[in-house]
């Protein structure tokens, strides 16, 4: 909200590349399947359109078309349901945390992440048996390059892949709590901006070969939901 406190003070916010890739799992069982890929699930709540309203509907063939094109949902092809989820569960709330941010006037900057290191490390997709399905990251793998978990076992070996990218996560977070400001050398020479207010959303790309500023991959993709918000009378910021 533009009046909330917090808009004075500088953040760190991300999420991972694929953060609802568990879904393959769920939609295993038929039930859940068909749960999952009804589109009228993902219109967001703050819009406060009942189940059988008829714009829900039309929003929910919206949402199918913008994630699948002419194609439709099924067991093996999932993707664009697991992107329409990662959105209205975490890049469109996130953009809109940002803009409303910004827009306070209140000076707190935001620095956004989108982690999608692919390695040893990322245990969550690990324990959910996800790692030979996808490359990316999933809900909460970011966290155990940031604390330790040893109910997964070990850590990576100092030589590996994994910890170089513990080392980097470490860094970049202890350089934010010391100094507010979240650039570090082993970013490699990237230059690390806060978002502005400006459209579409940029961000770091965290990668396991290299980091990169950029508009975030899921920048284009999100622009269905505002266009719901605006339609409806709803304040996005």
């Known amino acids: 909200a533009k009046s909330c406190w917090g808009n004075e003070i500088d953040i760190l916010i991300g999420a991972t590349s694929n953060e609802c890739i568990s879904l393959v799992k769920m939609a295993e069982v038929e039930e859940e399947f068909k749960k999952t890929t009804n589109f009228s699930r993902y219109v967001p709540r703050e819009l406060e359109l009942p189940l059988d309203d008829p714009k829900r509907q039309e929003y929910a063939k919206m949402l199918m078309k913008n994630y699948y094109g002419c194609l439709k949902p099924t067991k093996t092809n999932l993707d664009g349901t697991i992107h329409a989820m990662n959105d209205d569960a975490l890049w469109h709330p996130m953009f809109r945390i940002v803009k409303s941010r910004e827009n306070s006037g209140q000076g707190g900057k935001s620095y956004v992440y989108r982690f999608d290191i692919d390695s040893e490390n990322n245990l969550f997709k690990k ?26 076992g070990p850590p990576p070996p100092i030589d590996s892949k994994g910890f170089e990218c ?72």
């Open 127 to 152: 324990f959910m048996k996800l790692d030979d399905k996808y490359r990316e990251p999933m809900h909460g793998d970011d966290l155990a390059y940031i604390f330790k978990m040893s109910f997964f």
């Open 166 to 237: 513990i080392r980097l996560m470490l860094s970049v977070f202890k350089e934010f709590a010391t100094n507010g400001n979240p650039n570090v050398n082993e970013l490699g020479g990237v230059e690390w901006e806060p978002a502005t207010f400006e459209n579409p959303l940029k961000g770091l790309n965290i990668n396991e070969e290299k980091c990169e500023f950029l508009t975030l991959p899921e920048a284009e993709c999100i622009k269905v939901f505002d266009k719901m918000y605006i339609e409806q009378g709803k304040d996005l910021f």
